[in-house]
């Protein structure tokens, strides 16, 4: 059996490496955020767009039963949502008008 006969049996493993791959690239930014807290070069904008996306590609793997797409989307929302958290966190308490009214 060939490699492509194999995975047009078994779509779902290609779905299952895909979540893989596209989950695991969020981890070295979640880590690096969380020690250094340096935040200033994440854009907001994309990871709000980014986090739509993902919450729309989680639930259309709700609607078709796809069981590798929400899992892998909701592990993927949960370290976009993190990060999100906190460049919004971690910005506004290193902001200088939040410093003054600490201060």
């Known amino acids: ?15 299952w490496a895909a979540g893989l791959c596209t989950t695991v690239c969020y981890l070295p930014q979640s880590i690096k955020t969380l020690r250094t807290r340096k935040v ?8 709000v767009l980014l986090f739509s996306g993902v919450f729309l590609w989680t639930t259309f793997g709700v609607l078709i039963g796809s069981t590798a797409m929400v899992i892998w989307n909701g592990i993927s929302l949960a370290f976009i949502f ?7 966190f971690y ?3 290193d902001s ?7 201060e």
Do not use: H, Q, T, W
């Open 1 to 15: 059996m060939s490699l492509v006969s194999f995975l047009n049996a078994n779509p779902e493993i290609v779905s």
């Open 40 to 47: 200033r070069d994440i854009s907001l904008p994309m990871y």
């Open 82 to 88: 993190s990060i999100l958290m906190m460049k919004i």
């Open 91 to 93: 910005e506004v308490k």
């Open 96 to 102: 200088p008008i939040v410093s003054e009214i600490v």
